[in-house]
């Protein structure tokens, strides 16, 4: 029995290398063209573009500069530079050299000519193979379309404000709570968090966030971290299957979860055993992602992994919030917090029914501008990564040794988020949290993309054209709630002990936990 099996086993593998074999020496037409376009990128990064393995030290070694070590590669090597990059970085882009741009021009062609979007990069593509990832931002083609015909009605910024009341008051149950002040001494990030989660169990899933069906989801979505579980095995190979298996069974909790509100929602059971007061969720007015997959008629698999991959992306607006606050916390910027407060003062007193909603946010021109300038500094990652749907023209180099270059269609590029919302050419002052900018430059609308020197497409905190965030309504709205809440509670200070440092990822995890001091007003 053992050795029938063995020989299975090796004729099985014998005949995959040799078919392996088979497909390098006789390569399809596709093969043959990605060979192609590689080549020309290997010329390209060799010969033509700039940049080098040094540039990336900065980043990786000085964590005290880390935010200004990737525009500094720009501004040696030009807007459009070969970037060599290592360590999770280099894994999460499967490379470690790859074109890299902050040229508006470039960029702006990137986001709007739909060529370039019809088409997610392999690596992209490549995380809807893991348990629980499997979610819109990775998708595309006709599964793309059918996922956001589904979900985008729920994204609506009208759909979401029948949820503010309710988002406000959670808001300020949570920083009012006993406990509350000792908990974000400690880690404020860990504690908004919380608060967002609550948010979008209501908002996003229609759960009512203190039954038993809220608490279950809660639970599960928050044990999945497919980041700690591949960091935890670095190269390992052994220690990386056991974490796919890691990923896989917290996954399966998330299936587990997901399946009882799906079951009950199905046969008509009551999903609203709560405490919660005041439920949006429950008029037939309000939309939620899992009614409309279950209206759609999508499988479990597709429900449970969207669920997760909903989650994942709505944690950004935690990681915004944490970073406005930390901003308005620190004493040289103490002067927005009161315009801040005085601000909210005015327009809002949930305890007289006076809240944020979708339509207050357009009358808080300071409010507005924290925000901004919040997402300016603190993007939410690095970069993203495009492909290229056809022949695009650019230029390269720096100063007069500027070159015109065809990128061939297929090209991998890393559009530098970061790099372009600290590009000296594009902001006055970039390094410095100047809300004042948007306001002088008249500029508080939600939709531009202009920066305060005017130049257009250098502000992307959410992308632009097609594949931009569909979840920045929510997020507008979730940052106005959770700031009126504490602001008009607590007068807050960061420690001057406090160094803030992030880690060489491509997300801003910190090096240190942010500690915020608040003191009730
Ligand atoms: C301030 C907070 C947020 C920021 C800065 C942000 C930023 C982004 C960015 C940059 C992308 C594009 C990623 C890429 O293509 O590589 C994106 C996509 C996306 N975001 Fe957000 N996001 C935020 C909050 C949210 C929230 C609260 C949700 C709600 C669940 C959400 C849902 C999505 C979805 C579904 C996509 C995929 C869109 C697509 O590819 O069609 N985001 N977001």
Known sequence: MDITFTNVTMSLCFFVLLFALFKKMFPDAKTRDKLKVEKIIEHLCDKVLKGGPSDWDDFENNAKIREKAIVNMALKNGNTFAMHCRGHVADALGTNRIIATCEPTLVKELFLNKVHTIKRPERYRLAQFLPGLDGVLFQDGERWKTHSRALIPVFHASNFNQYARFMNEAAVVHVTQTGWQKEVEKDLLKSIRQLATTMVLAAGYGVDPLGEEGKQLRSAIYGYDEKARFRWAGKNPFKLLFALG???????????????????RKTG??????????????????????????EFKFPLKDIYNEVNHLHAAHKAIAIIITFALYEIGLEKNISWQTKL????????????????????????????????????????????????????????????????????????????????????????????????????????????????????????????????????????????????AIILNYEISVPSTYEFMLQPDFYPEMMHPIPLNVKKI
């Open 269 to 294: 059971n009551s999903r609203d055993v709560g405490s919660s007061t005041n439920k949006p969720w429950k008029s037939a007015k309000t939309l939620n992602w899992i009614d409309r997959m279950i």
């Open 341 to 484: 407060r005085e601000e909210l003062k005015s327009n809002f007193d949930i305890a007289h029914g006076k809240f944020p909603d979708k339509e207050s946010i357009k009358k808080l021109p300071i409010a507005m501008s924290i925000w901004k300038e919040t997402l300016r500094m603190h993007p939410i990652s690095l970069g993203v990564l495009r492909e290229t749907g056809r022949d695009v023209e650019t230029f390269v180099g720096t100063g007069d040794a500027k070159e015109k270059v065809v990128l061939p269609k297929g090209t991998p590029i890393q559009i530098l988020l970061q790099a372009m919302h600290y590009h000296p050419k594009f902001w006055d002052t970039p390094e410095e949290f100047r809300p004042g900018r948007w306001i002088d430059a008249d500029d508080t609308s939600q939709r531009s993309t202009t920066s305060d020197l005017k130049v257009k497409n250098a502000f992307i905190p959410f992308l632009d054209g097609q594949r931009q965030c569909q979840g920045r309504f929510l997020a507008e709205l979730e940052f106005i709630v959770v700031l009126n």
């Open 246 to 264: 890691w990923v896989w069974w917290d996954a399966q909790r998330i299936k587990k979860a997901v399946k009882v509100i799906v079951d009950n």
